[in-house]
């Protein structure tokens, strides 16, 4: 319990803690005197949400049309991949269509999953086995590095081609703004915090020194 | 001055919790996404056109998201799959069309592969070599939707959009002619041949023709086809002509067009009129004779050489044209005749009327009652009869002449019939035939040899008795001489006579009763008698040389 | 206790790698599963020295075809042109994008040696025993997990290039054997990278030796 004064009215007074999304208020002259944030993973999972929608955009929309000597191309992600497969680079096509498209589409699945299973507590034990998958997946999903592959390549063909970059590539290019978002606004501790622990019962108190 | 207070004396802050589950400002993220999204599918929906199969033999060049469908140079769809059809004889070839050609995919579009092609009418496509083969699309004139195609093995040859027209072309045979012939107004290539096929009854070729603008303006309904192809040679008056309309032609064959001259200004012609293809330009420009009469003649003799459009000839010049040649039966009778439909086209003789021309042409257009008329007359007061004459020994034509036989029997001819039938004589030719026939097979049953022999024998006795009569003669020169000179001039006489007999054999030998044959036969039996009474007296006298001076006697018989 | 720091490892307790729960293990040889999230309880990562040195090898093994084989043969109208990853960066250079030419070799040639050079230094003085700049090596693995994602660059330049630049007969791109080399390289470093526990760095070398078996 934190003692302050109120800004506009001087009342010194007791600030209790406060719930999420709850605000504290001077009983005198009811100023805001402090607000707690709500649920961060309320957040979260409505970036996640979007992050889901825009990468189905992205991925089933084309990357960019190409147009040279009056002949047109244009690829999505996965016909990327699937032309490496077509030309026989098969290991390259898989590492490609896992970096680009699964690990990301894992990523947001379980993040999903575990924050849809968070609004009803109390939470599942197997979301925490959910997130530590969505975790090693992190790293795998690379799709800022693609953005600026394909950008590179952009730059590459232009020379010979007129280029026009299509709805696939503000997909993707949206999807690296909200994957940095969810990253930032989420807080696995407040999982760990509320998780129905594997053992099933509540989360015992914790033993300073044990085991020496 | 600090005053020492005690914490938990000093009021609370007033607790606001969260009211109710208000939904946190972040959630207008993913419902924005969501709306763009949906949008963004909608309208890809919306501007989807539909999606075609066409199939191919071959799906030359063709690949799945690369391949476009090109309709003047504009794409409007894209090939999305290429694969091969159910029973693997085809390539079943998936398209997505623009929205905006949608409407464009009905019965009967055509879709064919674009590649560099060399035809008849030159090279094409060859722009693929460097943009890569696409679909080439021609309108249709359907109304009714449809998304299953068969692409066609080669490019049509025209376009929908080309302007000009279509016209159909009628002939015996397809001769030298193609897909891609060309056809020739005045020597210009106005157009080509588009499809032929055999006409429903398979008795002639029917084949279908676009003739580019604005040549097709010059087709009327009086314009003549004809078959241009190779190279046309006609010897004549002049000398040997040849013609040809283009070396085209001459390998791929063509056809060329034009309007007679005497055709009157006539309107064109309607798209896909049908023209009769004739074989040669001649046959084209032959002026149709408005005016003709069918007439029916029956022969008894052989009417081989005598073909369907034979002359028919009046007094050498051209009246009209044999139409049919053929049998009839009569039932009854099983009597055979040979039957020959001719029409005469009168218009052709006044032609060549040189006084009374205008005259004639009067009572010739006047009215079919008045050309019968002129027939009649002819036919019963001066005699015209039909007759089979040979037009060429060496090929054995024949055709029909009409001449006038003033002799001819009357003939009995009923006027008042559709088809008049018309009186004919026997051909000359005929008429020797039988004639040479009888000779022969008289002079076959001719006693020759009994003729020569009495013959002979009458000579030798008859140069026998002359011998002895001069003999006779030398010795004696008396009385008896006069009486012997007479019979020897009348034996003189009577052998010039037989000599003359035996000389004209035409007349005196027809017939085995003939009376000539009888009268040398009389000849020779008094000849004969002669002889022998001569002899009597030249004996008589070898014995009596006395009774030529003395006569003979009572005593001496 | 000792006035120097203490680890969880040396106060017998064991911190999740998920959750990051401080749990006692069940059995010190077989620690067990963590309480919370279920996973699994690991002094240190799972033979790490020698599982980062079986990938290290392997990654440089790659390295060489990768950097030696074209990875992309451009042919137009039919004559081919084969570029490795340096040609290509010469070719950049060459026709005046420098910047390009200097993202592609960093990408693509300094990341991933970089990468090598900085897991092998940091096995063998972990393997050493070396306790010196014990934050700047952490710095430095931090660096390495961070970074390494982006040597992936050049094989999605690949992909692309090769997805969009199909114009059969005029002009048409294909992968070459190299690309797979490289892809392969920046797999295994990440991988490497994962099997890498920095916690080795701070442990001393006897407790190394006990945790590490």
């Not at chain 2, 090279?123 to 998304?147: C, D, H, M, P, W």
């Not at chain 2, 429903?200 to 003739?211: L, N, T, W, Y």
């Not at chain 2, 036989?405 to 009186?423: G, H, Q, Y």
Request: proline letters at 6%.
């Amino acid at each position: 319990m934190e003692t302050i004064a109120c800004p506009d009215c001087d009342l010194l007074q007791r600030l209790p803690g406060l719930p999420p999304g709850g605000k504290a208020r001077c009983p005198r002259c009811n100023r805001i005197l402090g607000s707690q944030p709500t649920d961060s993973l309320d957040r979260a999972l409505a970036l996640t949400l979007t992050a889901a929608i825009v990468f189905i955009v992205a991925n089933t929309s084309p990357l960019m049309g190409l147009s040279a000597v009056g002949r047109h191309a244009s690829t999505t992600i996965v016909g990327g991949a699937y032309q490496m497969w077509l030309q026989g680079q098969v290991v390259t096509a898989i590492i490609v269509a896992f970096c680009a498209v699964i690990a990301p589409a894992s990523y947001i699945l379980f993040m999903l999953t575990v924050l849809l299973a968070m609004r009803r507590p109390p939470a599942p034990h197997w979301v925490g086995e959910m997130l530590r998958w969505a975790d090693s997946m992190q790293p795998w999903s690379m799709s800022e590095v693609m953005m600026l592959g394909i950008l590179v390549a952009l730059i590459k063909i232009a020379e010979l081609a007129t280029v026009e970059p299509g709805i696939g590539m503000y997909g993707v290019g949206g999807l690296i703004v909200l994957f940095a978002a969810i990253m930032v606004t989420f807080h696995p501790r407040e999982i760990w915090e509320r998780i129905e622990w594997a053992e099933g019962s509540a989360p015992p108190r914790s033993d300073r020194g044990a085991g020496r | 001055m600090a005053e020492n207070f005690d914490r938990d004396d000093l009021p609370r802050a007033t607790v606001v919790p969260k009211r109710g589950t208000r939904i946190s400002i972040v959630w207008i993220i993913p419902i924005l996404a969501a709306v763009v999204a949906i949008g963004i599918a909608i309208q890809r929906v919306m501007s989807e056109g539909p999606t075609i199969t066409i199939l191919f033999t071959v799906a030359e060049g063709l690949e799945a998201g690369k391949t476009f469908v090109k309709y003047k140079d504009v794409n409007i769809g894209q090939v999305t799959a290429v694969k091969l059809s159910t029973d693997h004889s085809k390539v079943e070839v998936t398209a997505k069309i623009d929205k905006s050609a949608g409407d464009l995919m009905v019965e009967d579009a055509r879709f064919w592969v674009v590649q560099p092609r060399v035809t008849l009418s030159g090279v094409s496509g060859l722009g693929t070599l460097l943009s890569g083969n696409y679909i080439g699309f021609e309108l249709g004139k359907s109304k009714k939707a449809q998304r299953k195609f068969t692409g066609l093995e080669v490019p049509p040859i025209i376009t929908g959009s080309q302007p000009g027209r279509q016209f159909m072309l009628k002939a015996e045979n397809l001769g030298s002619l193609g897909i891609g012939s060309p056809i020739y107004y005045r020597q210009l290539q106005a157009g080509q041949v588009i499809a032929y096929d055999l006409t429903a009854d398979g008795k002639s070729v029917q084949m279908k023709v676009f003739i580019n603008a604005p040549y097709d303006k010059y087709v009327n309904r009086d314009t003549r086809f004809w078959n241009a192809s190779g190279v046309d040679v006609s010897v004549g008056a002049g000398g040997v002509e040849v013609r040809t309309q283009s070396l085209v032609s001459v390998v791929a064959g063509g056809v060329a067009f034009d309007t007679p001259p005497f055709a009157v200004k006539s309107e064109t012609a309607a798209t896909d009129s049908v023209f009769t293809l004739h074989s040669d330009k001649t046959t084209a420009m032959k002026q149709p004779d408005a005016i003709s009469t069918h007439y029916v003649l029956h022969f008894t003799e052989t009417l081989r050489g005598l073909s369907v459009g034979a002359p028919v000839t009046l007094l050498g010049l051209p009246a009209g044209e044999v139409t049919d040649v053929g049998l009839t039966i009569d039932p009854a009778t099983m009597n055979v005749r040979g039957r020959v439909e001719i029409v005469s086209f009168p218009e052709r003789l006044v032609a060549h009327l040189g006084q009374n021309k205008a005259a004639i042409d009067k009572m010739v257009q006047a009215s079919a009652q008045g050309r019968q008329d002129i027939m009649r007359r002819m036919v019963e007061q001066r005699g015209m009869r039909a007759q089979l004459r040979s037009g060429s020994l060496i090929t054995g034509q024949m055709f029909v002449a009409f001449d006038f036989f003033p002799n001819a029997p009357k003939p009995k001819i009923d006027w008042s019939r559709e088809v008049p039938e018309l009186p004919v004589v026997p051909s000359t030719v005929s008429d020797l035939e039988a004639k040479i026939t009888g000779i022969v097979a008289k002079l076959d049953k001719l006693p020759l040899d009994t003729i020569s022999a009495d013959l002979t024998k009458v000579l030798t006795t008859l140069s026998q008795t002359l011998e002895d009569a001069s003999k006779a003669v030398n010795r004696i020169d008396s009385d008896v001489t006069p009486g012997l000179k007479t019979t020897l001039e009348g034996l003189r006489g009577t052998i010039s006579a037989v000599d003359r007999t035996l000389t004209s054999t035409d007349a005196t030998l027809v017939g085995r009763d003939a009376p000539a044959q009888q009268d040398l036969r009389d000849a020779l039996q008094e000849i004969a008698r002669a002889a022998r009474s001569l002899r009597i007296l030249t004996d008589f006298l070898e014995q009596h040389p006395e009774a030529l001076i003395r006569g003979k006697s009572a005593e001496n018989p | 206790m000792t006035s120097a720091p203490l680890t969880a490892a040396e106060a017998g307790l064991l911190s999740c790698e998920t959750c990051a729960l401080l749990s006692r293990p069940a059995d010190p040889s077989e620690p067990g599963y963590c309480p919370r999230c279920g996973g699994e309880l690991e002094w240190r990562r799972h033979h790490s020295i020698q599982y980062t040195w079986a990938l290290v090898i392997a990654a440089a093994i790659c390295f060489i075809p990768a950097n030696v084989l074209p990875v992309l043969s451009s042919t137009t109208l039919g004559s081919v042109d084969s570029d490795t990853i340096m040609s290509g960066v010469v070719f950049l250079y060459t026709s005046g994008s420098w910047p390009l030419a200097l993202i592609v070799l960093i990408a693509s040639v300094m990341i991933p040696l970089g990468k090598l050079v900085a897991i092998a230094y940091l096995l063998i003085t972990v393997q050493r025993g070396s306790i010196s700049s014990s934050r700047e090596r952490t710095r430095l693995y931090r660096m390495v997990e961070f970074i390494g994602r982006w040597s992936m660059l050049d094989v999605f330049v690949d992909t692309f290039t090769v997805a969009l630049i199909q114009l059969q007969p005029l002009m048409f791109v294909e992968p070459g054997p190299g690309v797979l080399f490289f892809a392969a390289v920046v797999v295994l470093t990440m991988i490497a990278a994962e099997s890498f526990d920095p916690r080795l760095i701070w442990d001393s070398p006897t407790n190394r030796e006990r945790l590490h078996g």
